[in-house]
């Protein structure tokens, strides 16, 4: 049974920093492309950031030099790093894992709000 759960959401002033996981079970993680995906009120969901097996790295051009997605193949868990957050940033945060089959955890509230 292949689980993802999001952790690390919260409220946080404009300007400030978050950090999300995702810890992975059930799937052979280092062979998997993982994930961020958002979906803000009334909108669809979009790809945030995305890293494969071999740490190649892509961004949404919205927030790229702002976040920083990451991968621990040791703890299966991927990291979002999120610098300099604006209210247009808030959204449940959705993790992906990615090859044959997709999967997604249940998504972190993220909300960026004086």
């Known amino acids: 049974q292949v689980q993802l759960v999001e952790s690390g959401g919260g409220l946080v002033q404009p300007g400030g920093s978050l950090r999300l996981s995702c810890a992975a079970s059930g799937i052979i993680f280092n062979t998997y492309v993982m994930g961020w995906y958002r979906q803000a009120p009334g909108k669809q969901r979009e790809v945030v950031a995305r890293i494969g097996s071999g740490g190649i790295t892509n961004y949404a051009d919205s927030i790229k030099g702002r976040f920083t997605i990451s991968r621990d193949n040791a703890k299966n868990t991927i990291y979002l790093q999120m610098n300099s957050l604006k209210p247009e940033d808030t959204a449940v945060y959705f993790c992906?894992?990615?090859?044959?089959?997709?999967?997604w955890g249940q998504g972190t509230q993220v909300t960026v709000s004086s």
């Open positions: 992906n894992a990615a090859k044959i089959l997709e999967y």
